[in-house]
């Protein structure tokens, strides 16, 4: 592509890639992603459904469980498109103000996610800690406006980074790492000074997912000690069992996530392979295991869903 002077400022096309070494594979590779998008939407709105129309349902736990689906939607959603594209069709080009639209929309569904699951740490707080408040604590106001507050952030916080990458010059190669647009990798490519986006990027990190993970972990260890006060190991276990599912969900979101910022700050001798596969892991494995997670490890899902598709049958 050939720009010149001042028509460098914004590529009028990015080029997408799929995984790097297995080009020639691509389309047998599609064939597992479809499988894990229409887990991923049928999961996601199989929760949703279920939450809405089950009645039983309509407490703070499996309100805020609605709100993670509703975010994994949205985030499965951001990437279809250019994934599909990538792998099915082998259409790798994205039009640069797409691509931002994309950035954006990712960014802002992950970092939604991130306090999505800090309200869900919180919940799982005040349910073990003081279960005779539990009702008065979390109340419908205020679960609303934990998911305002998680929306409200996103979009602001996130709002800058097109308009920080729109002010670059882009004079490089412009062929991104994945399959998707994301920040740090469409900034890679700018020939200009990125030093305000690589602070911001930062800001980004810990400001959002950082202090969500911290505030995440100082719940659980104030649960575990409220746990060990629990006289009988059976109350101990009961106790406990109602966070598996939530810290499996903690676990598949944020490992790949900062493994993914380590390799983007110091992975400069990582391998290409590693760096799109944990970005991959991070975007898709999320809003896949999220609806089997919490429809296998809870028995009021599971009865709920049952019911559902029995009386349909009926």
């Not at 992603?33 to 709105?45: D, Q, S, T």
């Not at 929309?105 to 996610?113: A, D, G, K």
């Not at 290409?272 to 991070?282: E, I, R």
Request: with cysteine; aromatic share 12%.
């Amino acid at each position: 592509m050939g720009f010149i002077n001042n028509s460098w400022l914004q590529p009028p096309t990015l080029l997408l890639i799929g995984i790097p070494g297995l080009e020639a594979v691509q389309i047998w590779i599609s064939i597992p992603l479809c499988v894990m998008y229409v887990i991923a939407l049928l999961g996601n709105f199989t929760i949703l459904f279920v939450i809405k129309t089950t009645f039983s349902l309509h407490e703070p736990q499996y309100i805020f469980l609605s709100m993670l689906a509703a975010t994994d939607l949205g985030l499965s959603l951001s990437t279809l498109p250019t994934v599909l594209n990538v792998f099915l069709l082998n259409h790798r080009e994205i039009e640069f103000h797409s691509c931002l639209t994309q950035m954006f929309f990712i960014h802002t569904f992950s970092s939604m996610e991130s306090a999505i699951l800090l309200a869900m740490a919180f919940d799982r707080f005040v349910a073990i800690r003081n279960p005779l408040h539990y009702t008065v604590v979390l109340t419908p106001p205020r679960i609303t406006g934990m998911g305002l507050a998680a929306l409200v952030r996103g979009v602001v916080l996130m709002a800058p980074l097109p308009i920080l990458l729109k002010r670059l010059s882009f004079c490089k190669d412009v062929t991104l790492s994945h399959c998707y647009c994301y920040h740090p990798d469409v900034m890679k490519l700018a020939c200009g000074p990125v030093r305000v986006n690589i602070i911001y990027g930062l800001f980004l990190v810990l400001c959002s997912f950082g202090v969500d993970f911290i505030f995440i972990v100082i719940s659980y260890i104030l649960i575990l000690r409220t746990v060990l006060g629990i006289a009988s190991e059976d109350g101990q276990f009961k106790a406990l069992n109602t966070c598996v599912s939530h810290i499996f969900t903690v676990c598949i979101f944020y490992v790949p996530l900062i493994v993914l910022a380590l390799i983007h700050r110091f992975g400069t001798f990582a391998s290409p392979l590693l760096h799109v596969t944990m970005a991959n892991l991070f975007l898709f494995l999320t809003p896949v295991l999220n609806p089997l997670i919490y429809s296998l490890k809870t028995k009021q899902i599971r009865s709920a869903v049952h019911k559902i598709f029995k009386g349909r049958k009926n």
